[in-house]
């Protein structure tokens, strides 16, 4: 009970930290819920301790269809964890007002990391059988290294309950805020699955706010005058939802899309709102009921980067010094050799969109033009510009491409699909663009063949240095070994810190596992990703010392790192998992 918590606590009042170690593994039983300490910090600067509360469903009361399907319990986990920091926060702010008393403690706050503006699959609240899991940290209170236990007493057993209460009880809530939060999800999930069976790759619903407020912040643009999205007549779709909701907007078909237009007129902006459509959106957003095809990912150039065993002879062949391209290695690759690496690699892990910004792509691998062709002869240029395998990447592989540009019409060529964005109001141009074309044709030589050539399947050893801490620093970087860095700002879509350490923790669990050597890097992330498929479940062997049977779950993503249970997971997708490997210095091909 919150008095033994309260008694527990105060026996160490004055203690040295180390004493507040003894916390591990007990139940508290409050009213509402239990309270357990998952991991208890060595000092007060350590990484805060971790806590999981759990709570009944008899007492938490929501709709019991809100649990019948996993896009539904993904939905509510998502709406809770936002209003338990939501508490969190309304908590840290009152402690501010009034710690006079307490000007020379240091803790005793709560964290839970934030989410965005997607709604994904969390396990900082988990829901299975009856049960809510929430797992936050709490920072254990101290004057220097000795015990604050009326502090912790205050906070645990006082403030605590309140903020229970409030986030995860479902009378605290609005009905209507939550049911539109989980509608706007299912809407969004059945939305993107439907896509197929239109000959659909990506849907943009008119009225959508695609501008960000800055380049810094994923929050939509309000100030001046910003246009909603409106879908040209001759691309219109229209979808009745689940939830009964009708909804018209702009369909991409497979095949090669090109969006031109001028400069500043939003083409960006638009193949970045395209980008984020692997994800659903919360109400308000701007982008919610935007969806594209769950494997697409952005290819961009990042010279510098190192590439292993890639057949990239598809697009480069002929370098000099006879350089082996059926399987390339480089530590530091040119723009052109990445962007070719890159499509590769996507395409060999099953990737079925390819998008393209002129802004972030090297030109001499999109176009080589008819006076290029013959000044410098075909045996002297190794690259085979994308534009003359863009084609049977199609219609061979299977994979479209959706391409920003502005600056060269010689894609028309090859484009099944022109949009042209037109002071943010797309156009579809595709007529008049081949006519113009014709008039103006182009002696272009077919270079590189008929066929699209070659994707390799890779067998993957990954460097040992993985085995090492993994730290997610700054949402973007991994770093291993606290000295080895895997800078991930160039993954398709990467927003939240917590999918950054998934993927990290992922790494060093396939090669502690030795997983990758003995199967493909695609069946590999395939079984990685399926193991996340799964839905939470009653952890079969908590670290409990007492013998109380409180049962605690078990999120599918906690399964690489077990040892350590915490609510800071993120699920990344299989796509994300494949272009951090990738990127890894020192991974080695072994077949
Ligand atoms: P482009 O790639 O065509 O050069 P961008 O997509 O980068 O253009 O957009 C240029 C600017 O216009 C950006 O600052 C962007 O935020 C803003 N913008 C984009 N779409 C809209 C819109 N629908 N309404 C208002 N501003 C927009
Ligand atoms: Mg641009």
């Known amino acids: 009970t919150p008095r033994d918590l309260a008694e527990h606590l105060s026996q160490l009042n004055h203690k040295p930290y180390g004493a507040y170690q003894d916390l591990l593994g007990h139940h508290y039983t409050f009213r509402d819920f239990t309270l357990v300490f998952e991991k208890v910090q060595k000092d007060p600067f350590a990484t805060a301790s971790q806590i999981r509360v759990l709570i009944q469903d008899q007492v938490a009361k929501f709709p019991s269809d809100y649990y019948f399907t996993t896009d539904r319990r993904t939905a509510l986990s998502d709406y809770l964890t936002r209003q338990l920091v939501k508490q969190i926060h309304a908590l840290k702010m009152d402690q501010q007002f009034q710690s006079q008393s307490w000007h020379d403690v240091k803790g005793g706050n709560f964290e839970m990391t934030h989410p965005g503006q997607q709604i994904l699959e969390r396990n900082s609240i988990i829901i299975c059988d009856g049960t809510i899991e929430a797992r936050f940290t709490f920072n254990l209170p101290a004057r220097g290294r000795t015990i604050v ?8 057993t006082k403030q605590l309950p309140v903020i229970i209460t409030r986030a995860l009880k479902f009378t605290s809530h609005d009905p209507q805020d939550l049911q539109a939060h989980i509608q706007c999800y299912e809407d969004q999930q059945w939305l993107r699955r439907e896509l197929p069976s239109q000959n659909l ?10 501008p960000r407020a800055s380049g810094i912040s994923d929050q939509p643009l309000t100030s001046g005058n910003v246009v909603p999205f ?17 909804i018209t907007g702009m369909g991409i078909r497979p095949g090669v899309t090109m969006i031109a237009g001028g400069g500043y007129h939003g083409k960006s902006t638009l193949l970045e709102s395209l980008e984020q459509g692997i994800y659903n959106h919360i109400p308000g957003d701007g982008r919610e009921f935007l969806v594209c095809d769950p494997t697409l990912c952005k290819v961009r150039s990042e010279d510098g980067r190192s590439i292993e065993g890639i057949d990239i002879s598809v697009y480069i062949d002929n370098l000099p010094f006879d350089m082996n391209t059926k399987s390339f290695s480089t530590q530091d690759a040119s723009g052109s050799t990445s962007m070719a690496a890159s499509i590769q690699e996507l395409v060999e892990v099953g990737s079925k969109v390819l998008v393209y910004d002129e802004d972030t792509c090297a030109t001499n691998f999109m176009i080589r033009d008819q006076r290029m062709q013959r000044i410098i002869k075909k045996e002297n240029e190794p690259i085979t510009p994308l534009i003359y395998k863009i084609r049977s990447l199609y219609e061979e592989m299977g994979v479209s491409s959706i391409l920003v540009i502005g600056g060269c019409g010689d894609y028309i060529d090859v484009s099944d699909t022109i949009i042209e964005m037109r002071s943010y109001v797309p156009r579809n141009i595709t007529q008049y663009a081949k006519e113009i074309a014709s008039q103006y044709p182009n002696d272009l030589r077919q270079e590189g063949g008929e066929s699209y050539g070659n994707v390799a399947q890779r067998t993957l050893d990954i460097p040992a240095y993985t085995k090492g801490k993994v730290i997610a620093r700054g949402g973007t970087t991994i770093v291993f070994d606290k000295q080895e860095e895997l800078p991930l700002a160039t993954v398709t879509s990467l927003i939240e810190q917590g999918q950054t350490r998934w993927i ?88």
């Not at 790759?201 to 695609?210: N, Q, S, T």
């Open 201 to 210: 790759i990506a849907f943009v619903p008119d009225g959508a706010i695609l």
């Open 504 to 591: 990290g923790s992922a790494i060093k669990y396939l090669c502690q596992k030795s997983l990758t050597k003995q199967n493909t890097l695609k069946n590999t992330l395939e079984q990685l990703d399926r193991m996340m498929e799964r839905d939470p479940k009653i952890s079969e062997d908590s670290n409990s010392s007492s013998s109380s049977s409180v049962q605690m779950l078990e999120s599918p993503m906690d399964f690489i790192e077990p040892e350590y249970i915490h609510g800071e997971y993120v699920r990344p997708t299989l796509f994300q998992v494949a272009q951090a490997i990738n990127r890894l210095r020192g991974i080695r091909v072994i077949n």
């Open 149 to 156: 236990a009326q502090r912790a007493i205050e906070v645990l």
């Open 230 to 246: 409106a879908s040209p007549d001759t691309l219109k779709i229209k979808f009745m939802c689940p939830s009964g909701m009708q």
